[in-house]
């Protein structure tokens, strides 16, 4: 595996992302001047908007650099204070109108021109955390990626892929979105998925082979991947022929805590 990256297109070498933390804009500047380039998914949580577009000019001088913006938007109700002071962040989400009105193009408006800002070449869109990978959610992962196409930069998209660990370890569930998805035909996915019982390196063999199940079945379907959030035990992905995986310097930029995102986490 190499840590400079080289593009999603490329199917032979899984490349290694950095997953922004706190505390990590030097960490980043550092590696990737060190490695000749690579890629970093930044932190709304992490960091302000400001912050977030001064370190995409830093990164926009290393040469082969590239910065993603994760925008988060995995509980809406979420309650992080620095998370939700940034501009994209809706102050009035009502669940059965949001995506469906003005609300998410305003949504997906913010990102992009807040994406421009920083610098970024590709949009990853905004994704529910699913518990139940049912027709609502899957509804909604159509939603936000139409809508998206409305805007333009079709081969620029990353849908974002956000499953709990339930969600994950079901057979049936996990078939459905790999079908779901060969209609979709996103160029690439960014896929977060939740550790069983908050585990750091994950003891469920279930849980692991259906990650790679579905990293492989959008692989075949011609989609890059983008493995967030990873330990060291997501190595293994390279067999599924994952595009990428991101890991940081904290555990919990190395698994996905969807808690980490609510005040009471930091406290």
Known sequence: MRSRTSGIERDCTMELYLQFGYGMMEHSRTLLLAWGGGTVILSPRDLTDVQLTRLGRDLANIPGARALLDPQFYLPHADHRKLCEHAYWPGDYETTMFWQGPALSKLLTDLRQLNADIGCSRFVLPGLLASVIDEDWLETQRAVLEEARALGS???????????????????????????AESWKAPAYYIVCEHPNGQYLVEDPTWIGKVLELC????????????????HQMLVAGSAKVTAIAS???MNVRSFPPEKFSAIYDE
């Open 216 to 231: 492989a079945g959008l692989r075949l379907l011609g989609s890059g991947v983008i493995l967030g959030y990873c330990t």
């Open 248 to 250: 940081g310097t904290w």
């Open 154 to 180: 079709e081969a620029s998209l990353i849908p974002t892929i956000a499953l709990s660990a339930d969600a994950v370890r079901n057979a049936d569930q996990i078939a459905t979105l790999i079908e779901r």
